[in-house]
């Protein structure tokens, strides 16, 4: 970019090329000030690129896109993967924010499932058949029979699945997920297929734990989005999950979309196309991949482009339906 060419300087260089004498060079005249929406323009956030963390499992890997390790992001309460599952993922649950607090001293745990890619034929277990006790629970559990009683679903991309603390569940093999939950690590295996690591050692069960916090009854919930696909001017939503913990939400870019950040950070994930994003200050080229961080705060942004995106807030309060009070009008 060329640099800047201060008033005076641009004067002397016509004096120059018109072979003028130099002439004294004037005072700029006092600007006016500026009105209270341009310094708070000025002054908004401006969006973040984050990158990929990667992490290596015995399963497969995962790409932390939005999380506590990157820098400045330590205050968010999500944290959003791509999860790659080569094998199967262990048979899990999750505490809630009571038991999390009081056992472990971090956040509970849940969590939503957005399918990108799968092999023909893949599956997971999401949740139980039928209603088991505790007893069954911890018997199924070291006679390793726990999959019979957990409900098997074949899987396609675009399926969405909320796993709430408390519902068993396991990633298949050959799966590839979006994966936006509470901030938290906490994990208490039930099922591990026996395997071992490279050297040779099983990782840990948390059988009791488990117990604990484990709801024995069937998911309530589907695996589809919990609200339609609304066509607006210029891109298309669709409420994935809503709840007390993270809306996430499905945008089709068509042509453009604007909005704010007045009422809380969002989080852009990039799953197909490319585009451009304004605001803060900065424009941004948006291609398949990329995680952006729109701080709370912003007046104003703008997507245009043709581009399909995850957009994950953390409050229940937010209108899931509104991207922000600039929203067009149609």
């Not at 992490?55 to 992001?73: A, N, Q, R």
């Not at 799953?271 to 948006?286: A, H, I, M, N, P």
Request: hydrophobic share 35%; charged share 30%.
């Amino acid at each position: 970019m060329n640099p800047a060419i201060s008033p005076s300087g641009k004067r002397q260089m016509e004096q120059r090329m018109k072979g003028q004498k130099k002439q004294p060079v004037e005072q700029p005249l006092k600007q006016p000030l500026k009105q209270p929406a341009e310094r708070q323009m000025e002054q908004s956030p401006a969006p973040v690129i984050l990158e990929p963390i990667r992490k290596e499992y015995i399963w497969g890997t995962e790409d932390w896109m939005f999380s506590w390790l990157h820098k400045g992001m330590e205050k968010y309460p999500l944290l959003i993967k791509i999860i790659r599952a080569r094998e199967a993922l262990s048979v899990q649950v999750h505490p809630d924010n009571e038991f999390a607090r009081e056992a472990e001293q971090k956040s509970g745990k849940t969590e939503m499932w957005y399918v990108l890619d799968c092999e023909p034929g893949a599956y997971l277990y999401y949740g139980l058949k039928h209603k088991i006790s505790e007893d069954e629970f911890r018997k199924r559990i070291k006679n390793q029979t726990i999959l019979e009683v957990c409900r098997k679903v074949p899987v396609k991309r675009g399926d969405v699945f909320y796993i709430p603390a408390g519902l068993l569940h396991a990633i298949g093999a050959g799966i590839t997920v979006a994966e936006i939950q509470q901030s938290s690590d906490v994990t208490y295996r039930v099922y591990d297929y026996n395997r071992e690591n490279a050297q040779h050692e099983k990782r840990e069960l948390h059988i009791d734990k488990a117990a604990l916090v484990a709801g024995f009854m069937p998911p309530l919930a589907g695996h589809h989005p919990m609200g339609p696909r609304i066509q607006k001017n210029g891109y298309s939503r669709t409420l994935l999950v809503q709840c007390p913990y993270f809306v996430v939400q499905l945008y089709e870019i068509e042509e453009n979309l604007e909005g704010d950040t007045l009422q809380g950070f969002r989080s852009l994930l990039i799953l197909e196309g490319e585009g451009v994003l304004t605001g803060g200050g900065k424009s941004l080229r948006l291609d398949a991949g990329m995680s952006i961080c729109l701080p709370e705060g912003m007046e104003f942004y703008r997507l245009e482009g043709k581009m399909k995106l995850l957009v994950s807030t953390g409050e229940e309060s937010r209108e899931a339906s509104e991207p922000g009070r600039t929203e067009q009008k149609e």
